[in-house]
């Protein structure tokens, strides 16, 4: 098992900025990193990915936001620029495991960006 614990979010000013951060209890070896998010009253969408060597990232957050890892610290993160009203929601990491490839979640952070 692996826990995902998140944090970085807050509230925050529209064209303000946040450093989204998801440590694993454990080195694991990833296939796939992914932040969702989900909005008030909306489905959770993906918005940044690494899958092997690929960034992918909506196009909603293209030239906004960027997706790294850390692997000595067994982080991922999620930097935020420019955020807008629209970017307000409760941000999740996903790290899919090579080999089981199970998939794990962090518990959530919430990001609210005023107008």
């Known amino acids: 098992q692996v826990q995902l614990v998140e944090s970085g979010g807050g509230l925050v000013q529209a064209g303000g900025s946040l450093r989204l951060s998801c440590v694993a209890s454990r080195s694991i070896t990833i296939v796939v990193i992914a932040w969702y998010r989900q909005a008030p009253g909306k489905q959770r969408e993906s918005v940044a990915s690494?899958?092997?060597?690929?960034?992918t990232y909506a196009d909603s957050v293209k030239g906004r936001f960027t997706i790294s890892r850390d692997n000595a610290k067994n982080t991922v993160y999620l930097q935020m620029n420019s955020l807008k009203p629209d970017d307000t929601g409760v941000y999740y990491c996903k790290i899919r495991e090579w080999g089981s490839g199970v998939d794990y979640w962090g518990q959530g952070t919430q990001v609210t960006v005023s107008s």
């Open positions: 690494i899958i092997g060597g690929s960034t």
